[in-house]
């Protein structure tokens, strides 16, 4: 078999090919089609004296309707970022923002939480200090000693809380952050006045207080937990 070569282009007239009287319309569209989508064509003559086209791919041709690759990204540093690969799965939104609407509400809660605490210190301080200085007549030593336990279930819950980040049970920081609840219940039961009146008035504050910083840490706790799997 013999083939010639040549180089057409779209729209211009086929080269090497001598028409013949006995071809189809649709078999002239077909090799028409054929010979515009390469940029070289190669003929081959066989024995029968057919004009059979044969389809070669072009080094050159190749990739000229692919879209370009996706340009990288710089960041704020000047550093690149490879473009993201076409269906890759984003990781989770962080901490805080509009699509996170878990961690807004923790956030929320956090806040609350505070506030709860620092009206039970508020009220919680006057029995407590009114018990210590019934005991030790000086002022001074007890505007100190009468904020311990305050300080102390302050203190514990913030350790509990950096431990529920990790996904931490914290049981040892809650037990501590409760003990010191107690301490200053105990100290508002004992300088409340008689009765159930006076006993639900100094002791409801505090008691609200180690209820809702220890469900404060659990939820940090489940939450973080949670932020882990979705990220594996």
């Not at 913030?158 to 996904?167: D, K, R, T």
């Amino acid at each position: 078999m013999s083939g010639l070569t040549g180089r057409s282009g779209p729209g211009e007239p086929i080269k090497g090919i001598a028409p013949e009287p006995g071809r189809s319309v649709s078999d002239s569209r077909l090799m028409q089609w054929l010979l515009d989508g390469t940029g070289q064509v190669a003929v081959a003559v066989s024995g029968a004296g057919e004009d059979c086209p044969v389809r070669r791919a072009v080094p050159e041709c190749a990739g000229l309707d692919a879209p370009p690759p996706p340009e990288p990204r710089m960041s704020r540093c000047g550093r690149r970022r490879l473009a993201p690969a076409p269906g890759a799965r984003r990781p989770p939104r962080s901490f805080g923002r509009v699509e996170d609407r878990a961690g807004t509400w923790l956030r929320f809660a956090g806040v609350a939480v505070g506030l709860v605490a620092a009206a039970a210190a508020v009220v919680s301080y006057e029995a407590q200090w009114r018990l210590v200085y019934a005991d030790k007549h000086q002022a001074g030593i007890s505007y100190v000693q009468a904020a311990i336990p305050d300080l102390g279930s302050l203190v514990f819950a913030c350790f509990g809380i950096a431990m529920a980040l990790h996904g931490k049970r914290a049981i040892r920081a809650r037990l501590l952050n409760l003990l010191c609840v107690g301490i200053s219940i105990t100290m508002n039961a004992l300088a409340a006045r008689p009765g159930w009146t006076g006993l639900a008035v100094w002791v409801m504050s505090p008691v609200i207080y180690a209820l809702a910083s220890d469900t404060l840490i659990s939820v940090i706790r489940a939450y973080v937990i949670a932020r882990q799997k979705q990220l594996r």
